[in-house]
């Protein structure tokens, strides 16, 4: 009921900058909040970086001062920007959001993975 589509992965250099962007579709009748979240080979998803209605925002100690995220609401889609890559970023990356649908109830939704690489 709620769609995510996710672009702007892709292969970089360390160091390097990188803007992905989620746009959630569907019966929509509010997000409460849209994120990113990572998956690394043999590691567990973890939170990238979080932003609600509202503006607030949220990040991963590993990603502070480096990434950064914003939000379109009129377009419902979130964009993380990030910068100063490391190869330890090299990750799928999956959008998220979370609010109420327009025939009640919630919907916790997630995207289909996009691939950030980056190369040392």
């Known amino acids: 009921q709620v769609q995510l589509v996710e672009s702007g992965g892709g292969l970089v250099q360390a160091g390097g900058s990188l803007r992905l962007s989620c746009a959630a579709s569907g019966s929509i009748f509010s997000i409460n909040a849209m994120g990113w979240y990572r998956q690394a080979p043999g590691k567990q998803r973890e939170l990238v970086a979080r932003i609600t209605s509202g503006g607030s925002t949220v990040s991963a100690d590993s990603v502070k001062g480096r990434f950064t995220i914003s939000r379109d609401n009129a377009k419902n889609t979130v964009f993380p920007q990030m910068n100063s890559l490391k190869p330890e970023d090299t990750a799928v990356y999956y959008c998220?959001?979370?609010?109420?649908?327009?025939?009640?109830?919630?919907?916790?939704?997630w995207g289909q993975g996009t691939q950030v690489t980056v190369s040392s």
């Open positions: 998220n959001a979370a609010g109420i649908l327009t025939i009640g109830g919630l919907y916790d939704s």
